[in-house]
């Protein structure tokens, strides 16, 4: 039998947390924006099981913050943009602020389209950094997928060295499952409370544990663990990775260009990090955290004065599954 037509998707706005709301919307996501608070997506809702994506913080609100906030102090979790770097440190002769200059601009914006399809631009000029980002959000009728494309142009007369990195908070559920398309993972030593493993390079998704035995980093472990860390990806087998609530059976997975993004960030919460029970999946340009020592060794991409690259991923919401085996370039997840 023929299957009825898709309800055409919509884009409307609303007020949360006293700050202006953009919301696409369609029979399977719920998609909520915080132009204010950095261009924000604070919210994907799988409707079908009324199921948030995306990790909160239950301490902090959203908010509008003032350049040069410490990031984790206000960290409200959804999915963040970091541009041009992701940690403070002295670089070309400046310092650069926490988690980049994108997460405390007030984002303009103008809608496209709000049917058949819901398509949102967001724009915004970074204050220290000679550039323009733009942001497409698209949410097709009857798709479980939201579309994203990014643009960052050059609008200085010098080149700069960059990095950009997607910094979405997912839920880390127990029973639950992380799964990348990587080969070569490297553990940034970063947490000193807590010595890492040797080596400290390892091939996905097992590592040493402290004892020497294998530790299966696809795991996610419970608050009671009291452990935290960050881990590199290297190399690339294929440009995705998902995180699954393997007792609800529900999850959210990315894919993209692995050679736009040849590198991620993994950071893991479990109880370890200010209590925070979260796994941040980073996409990004380059690696490690540090711009300097990225551009140092050459793993830093450089853009041109008066020139523009775009970067494309898609966030595909998925049931029915306890873990990703492979996610196509048209966002379909094939199981485990």
Not at 16 to 21: K, M, S, Y
Not at 253 to 282: I, M, N
Request: glycine share 10%.
């Amino acid at each position: 039998m023929n299957q009825p037509p898709a309800e055409p998707a919509r884009l409307t706005q609303a007020r949360r947390f006293g700050l202006q709301a953009l919301i696409l919307e369609n029979e399977l996501l719920r998609v909520e924006i915080l132009p204010e608070a950095g261009g924000n997506i604070r919210s994907i809702c799988f409707k079908p099981a009324n199921r948030e994506l995306l990790w909160h913080n239950p301490m902090v609100r959203p908010a509008a913050h003032a350049p040069g906030s410490v990031f984790d102090d206000v960290w409200a979790g959804g999915w963040d943009d970091l541009f041009p770097n992701a940690i403070a440190e002295l670089h070309a002769g400046g310092m650069t602020p926490d988690h980049g200059e994108l997460w405390t601009r007030r984002w303009e914006w103008k809608i496209v389209d709000d049917r058949p399809a819901a398509l949102l631009h967001l724009w915004c000029m970074t204050p220290q950094t000679p550039a323009r980002v733009d942001k497409w959000v698209l949410l097709r009728p009857g798709e479980p997928q939201l579309r994203v494309r990014y643009r960052i142009a050059n609008l200085g007369n010098r080149p700069f060295a960059y990095s950009f990195t997607l910094h979405p908070a997912l839920p880390a559920s127990v029973p639950g499952r992380i799964d990348l398309g990587a080969g070569a993972m490297q553990i940034d030593p970063w947490n000193l409370a807590e010595p890492p493993p040797t080596p400290l390079r390892y091939c996905w998704p097992l590592a040493a544990g402290r004892d020497g035995a294998g530790l299966d980093m696809r795991q996610i472990l419970p608050a009671r663990a009291g452990t935290a860390g960050l881990h590199y990806v290297a190399e690339w087998q294929a440009g995705w990775c998902a995180i699954t609530d393997v007792a609800a059976g529900i999850g959210l997975g990315l894919v993209f260009s692995s050679e736009a993004f040849p590198a991620c960030a993994l950071f893991f919460s479990y109880g370890g990090f200010r209590g925070h029970q979260t796994v941040v999946v980073e996409p990004s340009t380059s690696w490690p955290a540090s711009l300097a020592a990225a551009e140092a060794a050459g793993r830093a991409p450089v853009l041109p004065p008066g020139r523009a690259i775009e970067y494309d991923v898609r966030a595909v919401a998925y049931s029915g599954m306890r873990g990703v085996a492979h996610m196509t370039p048209a966002g379909e997840v094939v199981p485990d």
